[in-house]
T-cell receptor, first 110, second 113 residues
Framework: SQQGEEDPQALSIQEGENATMNCSYK?????LQWYRQNSGRGLVHLIL?????REKHSGRLRVTLDTSKKSSSLLITASRAADTASYFC??????????FGDGTTLTVKP | EPEVTQTPSHQVTQMGQEVILRCVPI?????FYWYRQILGQKVEFLVS????????KSEIFDDQFSVERPDGSNFTLKIRSTKLEDSAMYFC???????????FGDGTRLSIL
């Protein structure tokens, strides 16, 4: 299965702190995507990292990918209350379905 | 920034009725998807569509479901005879070339009574 498993299930931090979420998967991939979902809303694409990349940055987001360990991490620096959401990873072999796990629920307290 | 739009935002339907959920993908995208999320559960893949045909479907996507791209801009999901367990958020997504991120709409909340 290409499904990613996010860890931890829930994370609660204070505003200004960094948040790190991890993703593990089982099959070979071409890319891995991270999404955010606010309660009752659709998924928002955050960042895509390809299998030949090890690290990627976008604003306050930093994603790493270790294909030898079949794992990825998402770091949100200087978190804000607005970052409160569920975060999902979606490993993929190309164009095709994304398979989502249960996600990490991040709560950032003001 | 272009976005995927879905209508209606909330649909209430009697059990056994047909329902059509509508999506307008991003205009130059080639791949289209439907997902659903039952309340409190994970987002589940239903079907992907490329080049005017279904490219992949899950076991959830049985004979009561169908998809169509009737006019080159809309992408619809039809549920022929709805059941109570079809109550969920239904998300449409689209992507451009292979290996591009999927962009999701805000979903249609389907409530079956």
């Amino acid at each position: 299965s290409q499904q990613g498993e996010e860890d931890p299930q829930a994370l609660s931090i204070q505003e200004g702190e960094n948040a790190t979420m991890n993703c593990s998967y089982k099959t070979s991939i071409n890319n891995l995507q991270w999404y955010r979902q606010n309660s009752g809303r659709g998924l928002v694409h955050l960042i895509l990292i390809r299998s030949n990349e090890r690290e990627k940055h976008s604003g306050r987001l930093r994603v790493t990918l270790d294909t030898s360990k079949k794992s990825s991490s998402l770091l949100i620096t200087a978190s804000r209350a607005a970052d409160t959401a569920s975060y999902f990873c979606a490993p993929a072999r190309g164009a095709g379905k994304s398979t989502f796990g249960d996600g990490t629920t991040l709560t950032v307290k003001p | 920034e272009p976005e995927v739009t879905q209508t209606p935002s909330h649909q209430v339907t009697q059990m056994g009725q047909e329902v059509i959920l509508r999506c307008v993908p991003i205009s130059n995208h080639l791949y289209f998807y439907w997902y659903r999320q039952i309340l409190g559960q994970k987002v589940e893949f239903l079907v992907s569509f490329y080049n005017n045909e279904i490219s992949e479907k899950s076991e959830i996507f049985d004979d009561q479901f169908s998809v169509e791209r009737p006019d080159g801009s809309n992408f619809t999901l039809k549920i022929r005879s709805t059941k109570l367990e079809d109550s969920a958020m239904y998300f449409c997504a689209s992507s451009g070339l292979n290996d591009q991120p999927q962009h999701f709409g805000d979903g249609t909340r389907l409530s079956i009574l």
